[in-house]
């Protein structure tokens, strides 16, 4: 396997791990960028973008990321909150007052971010044309009723997340939140990350292919699938059915709660550019807002009686048995094809490992490379 890209001495073992998984999964093309004090000290990439054409996978390729758009929508929150143009902890319907209806008053930013709101799937079935039009998903979530008393039970809100904080920053700024992050973040930081890609980008993206043998989904009435899916909306993953994830009408909308396109130094550029800041920036969030979004809202068993052994902050992933971090100031996202993303402030670090592979929620690909990032910082 041809590996492009370099490593810092120090982070030798990340591209030994990265090397190694060519061989231990069922890999096809991958990239894994960490920076440290904001500054690139790994980019690595290797693997085929396309397995149709054979196009190599290069430092640029960027791929579907699924809920590492979380990241993007929690960063854009979290710094809004920062500014002063939010508060989290205030009713959602201060900024958006037909949110209140059927019994949401109290729901607020931050139960949306902890997965606490009560409303992790919409009632009604809503088109693939209707989802990607944005203020049909509004409505409904207004006309939806919490499943669970806002606050008082956890269970992961999927692509609600992502339309309901979404909703927020666009009454906010007046853009949407794909728009506003590149207005407000990536463009001046040069990240090659989207929700919503451009067209002119879609003949270079990597293609998304499933391993063999992955285990089968359950079936399209499980509130995971309804999840997932939107009630039928989307296609999961159905990569090459229209309305499946390497579908350019479902990439080039803005799909907030997993819609993201990222390449690996993209999403590893912004958790830096979050803690540390790069290059010689400033940093987008402060340590007193890393304080607060990693304080635990969520963990254990869910409300629907499940328990991957996950925590949950303020919009990010923390530290836990399942996905073990480098410390207590670390948090991130993973996407369902096996991605992951963290920064964390203490150790000065911003990672991503992204793949176009499917190999199976959970696999051991990413855990192993921030293995090897976590025995390089000591």
Not at 333 to 357: C, S
Request: with cysteine; aromatic share 10%; glycine share 14%.
């Amino acid at each position: 396997m041809d590996i492009s890209g370099e490593a810092d001495e120090r982070f030798g073992a990340v591209a030994d791990v990265f090397t190694r998984n060519f061989g231990d999964f069922p890999e096809l093309g991958a990239a894994v960028t960490v920076y440290a004090g904001g500054r690139k000290v790994v980019e690595l990439c290797g693997g085929v973008a396309d397995e149709r054409t054979g196009r190599a996978w290069t430092v640029d390729t960027a791929v579907p990321v699924f809920s590492c758009a979380k990241a993007v929508v929690s960063v854009c929150t979290h710094l809004l909150a920062q500014r002063g143009e939010l508060d989290l902890d205030a009713p959602v319907s201060r900024y958006w007052p037909e949110f209140a209806a059927h019994g949401k008053e109290g729901i607020t930013p931050r139960m949306v971010l902890g997965h606490r709101a009560g409303l992790p799937v919409l009632d009604r079935s809503l088109s693939f044309e209707e989802v990607t039009a944005w203020t049909p998903v509004v409505r409904a979530i207004e006309e939806q009723a919490p499943l669970w008393e806002p606050g008082t039970a956890y269970e992961y809100h999927g692509h609600v997340f992502g339309f309901l904080l979404g909703e927020l920053i666009r009454r906010i700024t007046g853009l949407g939140p794909g728009a506003w992050f590149r207005a407000a973040i990536a463009d001046r930081l040069g990240l090659r990350t989207w929700i919503g890609v451009p067209r002119e980008e879609l003949g270079g993206l990597a293609r998304l292919t499933e391993a063999p043998g992955r285990p089968p989904l359950p079936g399209p009435e499980t509130l995971i699938m309804r999840m997932v899916t939107m009630n039928g909306a989307f296609v999961f993953p159905g990569l090459d059915q229209p309305r499946g994830w390497n579908d350019p009408e479902l990439l080039t909308a803005e799909i907030p709660g997993a819609g993201a396109v990222s390449s690996a130094s993209g999403l590893a550029g912004l958790f830096a550019a979050a803690v540390t800041g790069v290059d010689g920036t400033e940093r987008l969030l402060s340590a007193h807002t890393v304080t607060d979004l990693v304080r635990a809202q969520s963990a254990g068993a869910s409300w629907s009686g499940m328990d991957a052994g996950q925590r949950w902050g303020s919009g990010f992933l923390l530290d836990s048995a399942f996905r073990p971090l480098p410390g207590a100031r670390s948090f991130g996202n993973d996407g369902a094809g096996g991605q992951f993303a963290f920064g964390d402030d203490e150790y000065g670090v911003g990672f991503a490992y992204v793949a176009n592979r499917m190999v199976g929620y959970g696999d051991a690909r990413a855990t192993r490379l921030i293995a090897a990032v976590r025995d390089a910082l000591g």
